[in-house]
């Protein structure tokens, strides 16, 4: 399987929103000062629940 690409257009991960298969969100990381870029691997609706880093639902790809 080909590595992901990071898309320049990232959007952040919010609560009540559609993610589709493949669709990435970014996430604050206040430690490392930067954007953890993260993959759907489960369409979902977004809940407190099911953010990033579940498993279940997302994959890490990387950091901006």
Same mark, same amino acid.
């Given at each position: 399987?080909?590595?992901?690409?990071?898309?320049?257009?990232?959007?952040?991960?919010?609560?009540?929103? /559609?993610? =589709?298969?493949? #669709?990435?969100?970014?996430?604050?990381?206040?430690?490392? $000062?930067?954007?953890?870029?993260?993959?759907?691997?489960?369409? /979902?609706? =977004?809940?407190? #629940?099911?953010s990033p880093p579940n498993h279940?639902?997302? $994959?890490?790809?990387?950091r901006r």
């Open positions: 399987m080909p590595g992901a690409v990071i898309s320049n257009a990232t959007r952040i991960w919010d609560i009540n929103v /559609h993610w =589709s298969l493949y #669709s990435q969100c970014g996430t604050w990381d206040p430690k490392g $000062r930067g954007v953890d870029v993260w993959e759907c691997v489960l369409a /979902h609706y =977004s809940t407190s #629940s099911t279940v639902y997302w $994959r890490y790809i990387g």
